[in-house]
Structure formats: structure tokens, C-alpha cells
């Protein structure tokens, strides 16, 4: 009998163990996604065309697809740790964990991408450290699946369906604001306040890593790759760039980011980042796929930087073809240089996107839904708030979204233990026959 009970024990710590290990891995899984919805569009297309699928889901499936994984680990990690829905989080949770777990292991033996993104650029594993993760968390979920009615409850039933729910409305509701704006936190090297060029630099006695930027350019039906180096005259057309790693050793934070001006051929890289000036950059990585619903407002943008000296670029990795036809639908004037496909989804999750640097320092991003107007750039920008760096910083940011988020739970689990746990109990004190509902 002693042993019996001692087993239970052991098996009700150990269930609620791992749903606790659970429930902290899947929530900031799923909060980090929600935050970068478009991190996620790109990771799933990596995996779509590792497998040979791209042309299976149209992009906006992908998306849709990327905002409702975020989700369902957000959900399984928030009703794991609170307790509720206990049957529908355990499932949820050994299903993702019995998906994951091999296409990890694929990925660490054959790898088609470089990582996983199972935490965005929050937190970056290795193929194989995910995969051991991953062996851990289906351990957890296997228990946690087996052993469910041990998970305690920290709400009623009469309460959870309110904590679901709010919980669900919350990580939608925020994926989209994400992706309608940018991210809230960002991660990334290229972030607000980052100084492009010392992130590109090599701390002394350090090995750099070789990269080696190719362009592919067509002539007369021949397509051939060339160099910084021997990049040739204007007579051959653009097809695509890319960055390849020839040499591997310490890798700075920024180590793709170059400016190969399309008129001239020339690399403006240090020259634009050395300038004490204000310099616009409106990254396009494809801009044949750019939205021009906010043209005008760019164009105007463009005359405000020409008016007052600033610098105004253009960035894409668009063949040279596309961007005539931009120039031409458009009526754009601005120069317009090549960039890395990958880094420039890198540097803002917007398609098109505008940031402003000083120094090299990014001061300021807009998606295309945010850009400055004419009721905001009413003077140099050296008068302006839109000069200076852009207030906040992530603690602040995360302060607000546990406001938003945990402020109405605490609110539902003080009804809960104030209000409908006292009347359970008076019911209880009234009729000691009748057991409280599991």
C-alpha cells in the first residue's frame, strides 16, 4: 500500500515536471513566431523548397500556416501551465513533438537549412541541438499524454474556457499586428540602434570568415557567374545574386551586407555606411513582388531626401529587368543597388521596407504600412524626432506585453479563487457527500 502511494506520488511529480518544461518551451516558442510572423513565412518556404514544394501552397497558405503553428504552441503552453484543457494540450502537444522530433532528425543528417527556426532568431540551435531537444520535449509529451489526469489544475472549469480563449484572440491577434507593422522585439543584427558597421567588423587576432559574393548575369543567351572583382560592363543582364561561405571562421554578426550600385557597378558598402549624413534605404528584396500601394508616398519621400541632401537607395536582388519594370510602373528616380536575397529579409520584415541610417546606426524602421508622410517630414531631419533614434527597448516592450497578457488572467484567476472557488467550497461545507468536479 505504502509503495503504491509512493509510485503515485512519484508519477504526479514527475507529470507535472514535465508539463511545466512543456509549457515554458512551447509558450516562448510560440511567442517568438507570433512576434515574427514573417521570420516563419520564410522559414516555411526554406522547408518547402528543401522538400520540393514550393509550388504546392501558394505564399498566402504559407502564411496562414506559420501564424497557426504559433499559435497552437502558444495555446499548449499556456493551457499546460495553467492547467486546463488538459486533454486537447497533452494531444496538441505530443502530435507537434511526434512531427518535429523526426523531421529534426532528417534535418540534423541531411541539412537541407541551416537551422531549424523552432525559436526564430531569438534563440538559434543547431540541427542537432534540436534534435536533442526535441528527444527530451517527446519524453515529456508522451508523459504528460499518458498520465493527463495528473496535471494540476490552477482554474475551474467554469473559469477555462475564458483563459482559452482570451489566449487564442491574444497570440492572433498579435501575429497579425506584427505583421501589419514589424516585429515588436526584434532579434536581428539590423535592428534599431545596431551600428551595421562595427557589426561587420573582426576583433583583432580573430580568423574572419570568407564569403564570397556571385552574381549570376546573362548575354546573348549565356549565363555565366562573376565577382566583386570581375563584375562586367552594362551589356550583360542581372539574374540573381547570392552569398556563399568559402572559408569558415569567426563570423561576425554582420557579414553579408554589401551595396553594389546597379548603374555603375561600383561597391558602395563603405562609403554609405561611413557617412555622417542621413541616408534613406528602401529595401525590396523582390521587388517585382513589392507592394506599390504606398508608391507616392515613397516618391515623395525620395524628393524629401533630394531637397535636404540626404542619401536615398534602393536595395533588391531583383534582376535588372524587374527593376526597370518598377522604374517604369512607378515613376521611381532612386538609385538602385544589389543586395543579398537573404539579408535583406533579414533587415526588415517588409516588402518594401524603409530605414534610416546615420553613421551607419539604424535610427528608424517603417513597414509599408507605416512610412513617414508629408505631416511628419516638416523640416531637416536634424530638428525632427525622426532623426533621432527611435525611443524604447525590448524590456519595455515585454513589460507591455505581459501587461496586455497576463494583467486580464491575473484578473480571471482572482475572480476564480475569490468568487467560484469560495462557492464550491460553501456547496461543499452544505453537501460533504458531493465531490468536487476534476
Known amino acids: 500500500m505504502e509503495t503504491g502511494r509512493r509510485r503515485h506520488i512519484a508519477c504526479v511529480a514527475w507529470t507535472n515536471m514535465c508539463r511545466f518544461l512543456l509549457a515554458?518551451?512551447?509558450?516562448?516558442?510560440?511567442?517568438?513566431?507570433?512576434?515574427?510572423?514573417?521570420?516563419?513565412?520564410?522559414k516555411l518556404q526554406d522547408y518547402l523548397a528543401a522538400f520540393g514544394l514550393?509550388?504546392?501552397?501558394?505564399p498566402v497558405l504559407v502564411m496562414l500556416g506559420g501564424i497557426a503553428l504559433a499559435a497552437a504552441e502558444f495555446c499548449t503552453g499556456v493551457y499546460l501551465f495553467f492547467g486546463i484543457r488538459r486533454k486537447i494540450s497533452t494531444t496538441l502537444a505530443l502530435l507537434l513533438m511526434i512531427v518535429m522530433t523526426p523531421l529534426t532528425l532528417y534535418l540534423a543528417i541531411a541539412d537541407p537549412v541551416s537551422d531549424c527556426g523552432c525559436f526564430g532568431d531569438a534563440l538559434v540551435l543547431t540541427n542537432w541541438q534540436t534534435f536533442g531537444k526535441n528527444l527530451v520535449l517527446l519524453v515529456a509529451s508522451v508523459s504528460v499524454f499518458r498520465w493527463w489526469r495528473h496535471i494540476y489544475r490552477f482554474l475551474t472549469l467554469k473559469i477555462e474556457w475564458m483563459v482559452s480563449l482570451y489566449t487564442l484572440l491574444f497570440v492572433v491577434v498579435l501575429s497579425f499586428y506584427c505583421l501589419y507593422t514589424l516585429p515588436i522585439l526584434d532579434f536581428r543584427p539590423y535592428k534599431?540602434?545596431?551600428d551595421i558597421k562595427k557589426g561587420m567588423e573582426v576583433p583583432p587576432g580573430a580568423k574572419p570568415s570568407v564569403f564570397e559574393t556571385r552574381f549570376v548575369l546573362e548575354k546573348d543567351g549565356e549565363r555565366r557567374e562573376f565577382g566583386l572583382d570581375d563584375y562586367p560592363d552594362s551589356t550583360w543582364t542581372f539574374v540573381e545574386a547570392r552569398t556563399e561561405l568559402k572559408e569558415k571562421g569567426y563570423e561576425p554578426p554582420i557579414?553579408?551586407?554589401s551595396m553594389l550600385e546597379v548603374e555603375s557597378g561600383r561597391d558602395i558598402t563603405d562609403s554609405v555606411l561611413s557617412s555622417p549624413g542621413y541616408t534613406f534605404l528602401l529595401v525590396a528584396h523582390r521587388i517585382e513582388e513589392a507592394d506599390d500601394g504606398y508608391i507616392d508616398l515613397i516618391n515623395e519621400i525620395y524628393d524629401y531626401s533630394v531637397e535636404h541632401g540626404y542619401g536615398f537607395y534602393a536595395l533588391t536582388s531583383s534582376p535588372v529587368e524587374s527593376i526597370e519594370l518598377w522604374s517604369d510602373r512607378t515613376g521611381a528616380e532612386y538609385p538602385f543597388c544589389l543586395t543579398d536575397d537573404i539579408t535583406l529579409k533579414t533587415i526588415i520584415r517588409s516588402n518594401p521596407g524603409l530605414l534610416l541610417l546615420k553613421g551607419g546606426v539604424v535610427l528608424n524602421k517603417w513597414s509599408y504600412n507605416r512610412l513617414?508622410?508629408?505631416y511628419v517630414l516638416t523640416g531637416s531631419l536634424d530638428t525632427l524626432p525622426l532623426g533621432t533614434r527611435k525611443p524604447g527597448d525590448d524590456l519595455h516592450t515585454v513589460g507591455l506585453v505581459l501587461l496586455w497578457f497576463v494583467g486580464p488572467l491575473m484578473l480571471v484567476l482572482g475572480l476564480d479563487i475569490l468568487v467560484i472557488k469560495r462557492r464550491e467550497r460553501r456547496k461543499l461545507e452544505t453537501a460533504p457527500g458531493r465531490r468536487k468536479q476534476q
Open 24 to 42: 515554458v518551451v512551447f509558450t516562448f516558442s510560440g511567442f517568438v513566431k507570433a512576434v515574427d510572423p514573417m521570420g516563419s513565412f520564410y
Open 54 to 58: 514550393s509550388s504546392w501552397f501558394p
Open 192 to 194: 534599431i540602434g545596431a
Open 255 to 257: 557579414h553579408d551586407f
Open 372 to 374: 513617414p508622410d508629408e
